[in-house]
């Protein structure tokens, strides 16, 4: 019995926690991290500031639940992304712009001075990179037909997708981000049959 | 006398003016917009708050004053871009990181709900892919070598530009801002002679 209720506890724990990061993504994207203060995420998941410190004793400690989180997005260990699944996952963003929203102004708010983000942002490139080269090198093999290295063209495609995201995520009626995607895998080529 | 002395009170608030401007870029690029606040900027520029709101009675006052500036960092009109011009803007770019981090903060927090900077990215956006499809075209002519029209192409050329001044900000000793941007001109390929 002890032990049933100990895993019940701990359950009804950890929802709560995911409850409390679903909370301070909306926080975020609302009014980046900057903006967001523990009270706002507190009143959205209906809880007093207390028992918010309890689950997430600062809110850097909240942040880093949330770039966790962030990880899981993209659905796809590093080592396993193909090309084509790239695309996909642009359209399947379209579809959340509430995610991209918050990732977007996390992304924005790194590079200034001293961010809690800004290791984790460079870290994360470094690896997204290093995995879309890989993925590139898969599909093309170590030139693509326009002459660059995967290594080459890995910041490009990372920097479209980036990119694309501030502009749709401004002007959703003006920019169809999947299809801008699309053409630019086409430029880069077609893999050599 | 009057006159003379009535144009050198109003220079002097201009200089006053571009002071306070530029204290606010650093500022802004130090905390992002939401997290400036005027006492920050009063205090970097030697005014008290009270100076400070003589000249910019708003933060957001302040902020379209910023934006203002932000428009003449391009150096040229809209309509006068040409292809070749984008990637000496970028060389340049890098040799202001200051700058380029203040813009990508600001773009960051932009897409967050009811930002004031909302609506001038938005028409900015609009109109820079506008420019840049009329310099792809005046390079390209109709279509690029890939098939794409000016226009698709517009979208891209800008988010890869966008994107990388994230990836170069976060890692400067790792992303070759200019080169990788110069890589994507090679992309589009040749104009046909």
């Known amino acids: 019995m002890a032990y049933r209720d100990g895993m ?3 359950a009804r724990t950890e ?33 007093t500031q207390q028992g918010l410190l309890h ?15 962030r990880d ?32 977007s102004a996390l992304l924005g708010e790194s590079v200034t001075e001293g961010h ?9 490139y470094t690896r997204v990179r ?11 093999g170590d030139r693509l037909p326009n002459g660059l290295t995967p290594e080459r063209t890995a910041p490009l495609l990372v920097a479209v997708m980036d990119g694309l995201q501030y502009q749709w995520l401004l002007d959703p009626e003006s920019v169809d981000m999947p299809g801008a995607f699309r053409d630019f895998l086409r430029l880069l080529g077609e893999p050599a049959g």
């Open 15 to 47: 929802e709560r926690r995911a409850e409390i990061v679903r909370a301070a993504l909306a926080v975020i994207a609302e009014r980046g991290y900057r903006g967001a203060s523990m009270a706002a995420v507190a009143e959205r998941v209906g809880l």
């Open 72 to 103: 899981q997005w993209d659905a796809l260990p590093d080592t396993r992304w193909r090309v084509d699944l790239l695309a996909s996952l642009v359209e399947y963003n379209a579809m959340r712009p509430g995610v991209v929203q918050t990732f």
């Open 116 to 124: 809690p983000a800004r290791e984790y942002f460079t870290e994360r």
């Open 8 to 10: 019940t506890a701990r």
């Open 55 to 69: 689950h997430f004793p600062t809110k850097d400690a909240l942040l880093v639940a949330v770039l966790r989180e």
């Open 130 to 140: 290093a995995s879309m080269a890989a993925a590139l090198r898969a599909e093309y």
